[in-house]
């Protein structure tokens, strides 16, 4: 593959050149070093990485991060939503300019420590994080990079799921129910009972709710876009069928009844909210619930003194924690990891369990009961009837 040869020039000092022909290009590549020992070791090197599979041609690295993304993100099959987290990601960072064979991890650690200066949170900081490193694991792959120099990067440090979840009591869902107006109080319903996403809910259609089998197919969700709405499959393709209580499908029944009554299955669940014709979005279902929270005189929600009307800012507890609240009842009435995920559309079960986990009993908690009932058994009064005879 490669040689290594003496270049004599009068007046100095020998040197030798480290020759390589690239397998992929063609094109013959040479580095000189004063020892023939250091050529040998490089030559070495270059041939060991093309074995592997790792070499990287040295014109490959002058490429900066920038201008690599620019071509890659045209490839990929983006949603909106995601490509803006990516160009988000990818404009707050310090390195863009950078060529990519100079990217080393102490930029990396630069920059995840000046985001943290910041202010902005460590959910935050995880996603532009990931989405950064989604770039360089591709530059990677292209033999681009020889390694990934995000690799072992250490993150803020975030809440524990069971510190940092908000669950709402029963007592809240009621008072969100009684307090929701007529048109919007099927979409807490539904968020609250068949665990859907705010998105989810929002693209429902009448038809989607099959009365007879008690049932709620997910199939699409809304995502507010530039100049309107995209309407898409579920998040990580999460299409599911959900069942649904007999409460819960007649206030339904009521609702299309009343705001959405017609013959067309297609027509949207919850239009009502929305423009004529077209589903809510975001925007909507959000001024919707604050509305709700305040109206509900949930802790937190913090109406406007002047108007009443629900103010910008925390309402105590948001739409997606009705979600929760959802997922603690099935794990509450003893489902386990699989049918929790699929009544919620999580990819994995392991998605699940990183979620919820602190929410299933522990091994002790179980073992408690099942001896607590077993002290019951022995411990119960005999009846007379049962007591043996005494011997005469």
């Known amino acids: 593959m490669g040689a290594v040869s003496r270049r004599n020039e009068p007046g100095r000092p020998a040197r030798w050149i480290a020759r390589w022909i690239e397998e992929d290009t063609g094109v013959r590549r040479s580095k000189t070093f004063d020892r023939k020992l250091a ?138 129910l009684a307090g929701a107006d007529p048109r919007f109080r099927g979409f807490v319903a539904v968020c609250a009972f068949a665990g859907l996403r705010l998105g989810e809910a929002l693209g429902l259609q009448v038809g989607d709710v099959d009365f007879l089998r008690r049932q709620i197919k997910v ?60 589903p809510p979005d975001q925007n909507v279902a959000t001024y919707r619930w604050r509305e709700t929270c305040a109206a509900a005189l949930v802790p937190g929600a913090k109406p406007d003194p002047k108007t009443g009307k629900p103010a910008r800012g925390g309402t105590g507890i948001t739409a997606h924690d009705l979600r929760h609240f959802f997922a603690s009842a099935l794990i509450s009435a003893g489902l386990d990891v699989v049918a929790v995920q699929r009544a919620l559309g999580h990819a994995t079960a392991s998605t699940t369990l990183n979620i919820y986990a602190h929410l299933w009993p522990t091994a002790e908690d179980r073992t408690r009961a099942a001896v607590s009932g077993l002290f019951d058994q022995v411990l119960k009064p005999v009846s007379p009837q049962a007591a043996p005879a005494q011997a005469l």
């Open 39 to 176: 050529a040998q070791r490089f030559l070495a090197t270059v041939e060991t990485s093309v074995l592997a599979g790792d070499y990287v041609s040295p014109e490959a690295g002058r490429t900066s991060l920038r201008t690599y993304y620019d071509d890659w993100s045209k490839r990929q099959l983006w949603v909106h939503g995601s490509r803006v987290n990516m160009d988000t990601s990818m404009k707050s960072t310090t390195f863009a300019d950078l060529p990519l064979g100079q990217l080393r991890r102490s930029h990396i650690e630069a920059w995840i420590k000046q985001l943290d200066a910041n202010g902005l949170g460590a959910g935050t900081i995880k996603t532009r994080f990931v989405c950064v490193r989604s770039v360089i694991r591709a530059a990677v792959r292209d033999r681009i990079l020889a390694r990934d120099p995000a690799e072992g990067v250490v993150l803020p440090r975030r809440r524990r799921n069971d510190a940092a979840m908000t669950l709402p009591t029963t007592e809240q869902v009621a008072a969100l």
């Open 219 to 278: 199939q699409r969700q809304v995502q507010k876009v530039p100049g309107g709405v995209e309407i898409r499959l579920p998040k990580y393709a999460s299409e599911r069928t959900v069942a649904l209580p007999k409460d819960v499908l007649e206030l339904l029944a009521e609702h299309v009844r009343v705001h959405c009554p017609g013959d067309d299955p297609e027509r949207w669940l919850f239009g009502a909210l929305g423009k004529a014709g077209g």
